[in-house]
């Protein structure tokens, strides 16, 4: 692989839980360089001057674009200022990883349309997922061993999150990753089959979703998405995906990661391969942002399943999914 010769000059906007762990492992590639932060508030910039002492903050991001020398930037804020902010950075040049989803609203989301090049080189969508190793070495697998019969996705989340989170449907919260991930698993391959169903509690919220897409020549994909998982349980729940071909089938189990330990109660330490320690950074995250540097760079393509027409796609395939589930449940 072709190395980057010059770290790339990148900022991040937003400072919530992911938009810190950008920061951070900005921080700590070689690939790149963290030269400025943008949040709406200054007490989001204060939290982290501790941790990155020597990046410049700003609450106001076109302040950011002139002051600041970032080639690139990382939108990592609330999904309702995914769009503004995004436009904002392309008409003036940039090149941006965002964090999924593209918004909530596909119209709007597909008003980006005239600022992102045909290849999608100057607009990446941040998802993790598909830099798990387990992911990585699934898909290899597959482009190996040929086509799929069957996949089945199984992300179950905290109970909690039905009290917590009022109204968050597991179908947008939870089932989305496997849908990019089968997306990449199917070469962006349209479904011709999309049905649903949810179930929901007394009080009428949605906790679990459950769908089903089928491929004209065959393949068949299953997902379920739910609240269910009980406190004595990982944190962050369960995910587990297993796949079917011809005389072959494989299974990776990348939440929580296979590390466990017992003291008082079991705990699971590293939910997500996300690591940004003192060793270096290291993990999915990590791996992103070295193949967005890549990108930046000019040295790789947009990854599958990270350009901005796989957002587009995706956001389709929920939006019929959510019309099959509520058809279902007249």
Not at 248 to 258: C, D, H, K
Request: aromatic share 6%; hydrophobic share 40%; glycine share 8%.
């Amino acid at each position: 692989m072709t190395r980057i010769e010059r770290p790339v000059k990148i900022g991040v906007v937003g400072l919530g839980r992911f938009g810190r762990l950008h920061a951070l492992t900005l921080s700590g590639l070689a690939e790149a360089e963290l030269v400025g932060l943008v949040a709406r508030r200054p007490q989001s910039l204060d939290r982290v001057r501790s941790e990155l002492p020597h990046v410049p903050g700003w609450t106001d991001l076109g302040q950011a674009i002139t002051e600041t020398q970032a080639e690139a930037w990382v939108v990592a804020c609330t999904t309702s200022e995914h769009v503004s902010v995004t436009r904002q950075l392309l008409a003036a040049g940039k090149t941006v990883l965002l964090e999924k989803p593209i918004s909530q609203d596909l119209v709007e989301a597909q008003s980006l349309s005239p600022l992102v090049l045909p290849d999608s080189r100057n607009l990446m969508l941040g998802h993790i997922v598909l830099f798990n190793s387990e992911f990585q070495q699934l898909h290899e697998e597959v482009r190996r061993r040929g086509t799929l019969s069957y996949v089945d996705c199984v992300r179950h989340r905290p109970a909690s999150i039905v009290q917590d989170f009022p109204g968050e449907n597991p179908l947008h919260a939870a089932m989305v990753h496997d849908l990019y991930a089968v997306q990449v698993l199917m070469n962006r391959e349209e479904p011709s089959r999309f049905q649903a169903c949810y179930h929901r509690t007394p009080r009428g919220d949605v906790d679990v979703a459950n769908a089903q897409l089928q491929w004209p020549d065959g393949p068949l994909a299953s997902f379920v998405a739910s609240y269910l998982t009980p406190a004595g349980m990982p944190p962050r729940g369960f995910d587990r995906m297993e796949v079917f071909g011809a005389g072959w089938s494989a299974r990776i189990s990348p939440n929580p990661r296979p590390i466990e330990v017992w003291a008082d109660s079991a705990e699971w330490p590293l939910p997500l391969e996300i690591r940004t320690g003192a060793t270096g950074p290291s993990g999915m995250m990590a791996e992103e942002l070295r193949a967005f540097c890549r990108v930046v760079r000019g040295l790789t393509p947009v990854p599958i399943g990270t350009a901005y027409n796989d957002g587009l796609q995706i956001q389709r395939w929920m939006d019929l999914l959510c019309a099959a589930a509520e058809d279902a449940s007249r």
